[in-house]
């Protein structure tokens, strides 16, 4: 069980806007920044959002990141079949020691 | 270009301990912006930080493996190490070594505001006898 609570799947279509949801506490979310990973079938995680909706160099703008409270979202507009991937939640801890804590992913399909 | 390379056993018994190295080329594991940290994935599931090491050798740990975790770094080989103790099948996954991009404020780490990039390919390492 994730700390963080995502939809194991969403799907969409090409060229549709699709949102993904991350639902936290106020330990994790609520009191800290949101994080976004975007794994490829077979390759390692890569940073897509970073401090709730900046993006890395060379992600594209189709992809998007918002917080509110305890939740978070991204958005990925224009969808391609290359956006087809598991992505992941994140966010730091402050409940205890402290912990970098994950959500359980999203498998995106493109239709 | 910074890249991350995982390297170690991929079969590990019950009750021994999981070593694995991480070597890091295209750029310097001594520069104040970042820890380094290990992630780990179990097969077909989703990801868990393990813990993150500064170039001064200090770390952070996940409470919940701190008791069988030790994580160590070499900057003349510009690498650093995991050892996970008394390891069980529930220790089998892929474990990544990624560069920790932290956020300093007054000398203080702001753990919150820091994130993982790039990350290794990653390694899978199996436990069973």
């Known amino acids: 069980q994730s700390v963080l609570t995502q939809p194991p799947s969403a799907s969409g279509t090409p060229g549709q806007r699709v949102t993904i949801s991350c639902s936290g506490s106020?330990?994790?979310?609520?009191?800290?920044?949101v994080y976004w990973y975007q794994q490829l079938p077979g390759t390692a995680p890569k940073l897509l959002i970073y401090?709730?909706?900046q993006r890395p160099s060379g992600v594209p703008d189709r992809f998007s990141g918002s917080k509110s409270g305890t939740s978070a979202s991204l958005a990925i507009s224009g969808l391609r079949s290359e956006d087809e991937a598991d992505y992941y939640c994140a966010a730091w801890d402050d409940s205890l020691s402290g912990s970098w804590v994950f959500g359980g992913g999203t498998k995106l399909t493109v239709l | 270009q910074l890249q991350l390379q995982e390297s170690g056993p991929g079969l590990v018994k019950p009750s021994e301990t999981l070593s694995l190295t991480c070597t890091v080329s295209?750029?310097?594991?001594?520069?104040?912006?970042?820890?380094w940290g290990w992630i780990r994935q179990p097969p077909g599931k989703g990801l868990e930080w393990i813990g993150s090491i500064y170039y001064s050798g200090s770390t952070y740990y996940n409470p919940s493996l701190k008791s069988r975790v030790t994580i160590s770094v070499d900057t003349s080989k510009n690498q650093f190490s995991l050892k996970l103790s008394s390891v069980t099948a529930a220790d089998t996954a892929v474990y990544y070594c990624a560069r920790h991009f932290i956020t300093m404020v007054r000398g203080v780490i702001i753990l919150g505001n820091s994130w993982f990039d790039p990350w290794g390919q990653g390694t899978l390492v199996t436990v069973s006898s």
């Open positions: 295209g750029g310097s594991i001594s520069s104040s912006s970042y820890y």
């Open positions: 401090r709730n909706n």
């Open positions: 106020s330990s994790n979310i609520g009191s800290n920044y």
